[in-house]
């Protein structure tokens, strides 16, 4: 009885940790302008958004085949991880830390002081 329901609250568990990855992924990737991808010399848009829509309907049809939400799991980590990072620096996102809203590509701006 408490085996079982462990078990249940796991796979719920699981469900939603795959489910919600899979849904940040897809969205992150389908917002990115198709171009960056070729800047960022990473497969297409068109790819990403298939693997990673395919991983979502796979979560949200079929939880009970875990090795297929797995191989789901390691290509929307691959996303988030290595493709997604490239898109940032190459569209002006990445790379940039601190600093305040009035720096500019030379630095801070002082105001002609």
Request: hydrophobic share 55%; proline share 4%.
């Amino acid at each position: 009885m408490l085996m079982d329901r462990f078990d249940s609250t796991l796979n719920l568990l699981m469900f939603l940790v795959f489910t919600g990855f899979a849904v940040a992924s897809f969205v992150i990737a389908a917002l990115v302008r198709e171009d960056a991808y070729r800047a960022a010399d990473k497969q297409t848009k068109k790819f990403w958004l298939i693997l990673l829509g395919v991983n979502l309907a796979l979560n949200l049809l079929l939880p009970g085949l875990l090795f297929l939400l797995i191989a789901g799991l390691i290509a929307a980590i691959v996303f988030m991880v290595d493709v997604r990072p490239a898109l940032k620096q190459v569209m002006g996102g990445g790379g940039r830390r601190g600093g305040s809203s009035s720096d500019g590509p030379y630095g801070p701006y002082n105001g002609g002081r």
